[in-house]
């Protein structure tokens, strides 16, 4: 079965400072695999996504995640947090079932960005 | 901004009651999914319809139910509301062919946020 695993719950940083939101992945077959971002009262926005082209995916906002396939892991990273990174990051993993496309959410992991 | 708009924003009613959400996909998507974010259960997938059919069902309770119109926007009806049912509920649509696509991304709207008192 499918799941997607966020190793911590809350991750706190100072600007300026690398962010490193961990994900593993479990899937039988090769995953899409796909990070969002939540910023308080507001909806999910695609940071960016691994679809088996290159392992090493840039999003937006200087963000980028590395498909390790022996870890099974989709980290996702950034060089320098800024206090506009605040928010709740979700690894989600998709899956072709049945004749649709399902996302599986992770838990979530919510990002504190310090001065 | 996604191009997925969701009214209303805020919703309060009272137990046993019955609303109903709306939601506009961008233009060209012919998907809808709804979801559940509480903080208990986190984001849980409701129901999904492509191009008026409903394809998937989720966590989706008995209580709950939705459509989509031919114009592709989707309503999502909650009836006999509980305190449980209190959440932010996200829809999100994508172009999703129907195929093996799973690389299709959802996009997200804005979120209703149900308050049952």
């Known amino acids: 079965a499918q799941s997607v695993t966020q190793l911590d719950s809350h991750v706190s940083v100072s600007e300026g400072t690398p962010v490193l939101l961990r994900c593993n992945y479990s899937s039988s077959y090769s995953p899409s695999l796909f990070w969002y971002v939540q910023h308080p009262n507001k909806g999910l926005q695609l940071l960016l996504k691994?679809?088996?082209?290159?392992?090493l995916v840039k999003g937006i906002n200087g963000f980028e995640a590395e498909f390790k396939k022996s870890e099974t892991s989709f980290h996702l990273t950034k060089p320098s947090a800024h206090m506009s990174d605040a928010a709740e990051y979700f690894c989600v993993v998709s899956l072709f079932s049945g004749g649709y496309n399902k996302l599986i959410f992770g838990a979530g992991t919510r990002l504190a960005v310090h001065p | 901004d996604s191009g997925v708009t969701q009214t209303p924003k805020h919703l309060i009613t009272a137990t046993g009651q019955r609303v109903t959400l709306r939601c506009s996909p961008r233009s060209g998507d012919l998907s809808v999914y709804w979801y559940q974010q509480s903080l208990d259960q986190g984001l849980q997938f409701l129901i999904q319809y492509y191009n008026g059919e409903e394809r998937a069902k989720g966590n989706i309770l008995e209580r709950f139910s939705a459509q989509q119109f031919p114009d592709l926007h989707s309503e999502l009806n909650l009836s006999s509301l509980e305190l449980g049912d209190s959440a932010l509920y996200f829809c999100?649509?994508?172009?999703?062919?129907?195929?093996?696509?799973?690389?299709?991304?959802?996009?997200f709207g804005p979120g209703t946020r149900l308050t049952v008192l």
């Open positions: 691994y679809t088996s082209a290159a392992t």
């Open positions: 999100a649509s994508s172009v999703a062919t129907g195929g093996p696509s799973s690389y299709n991304e959802q996009f």
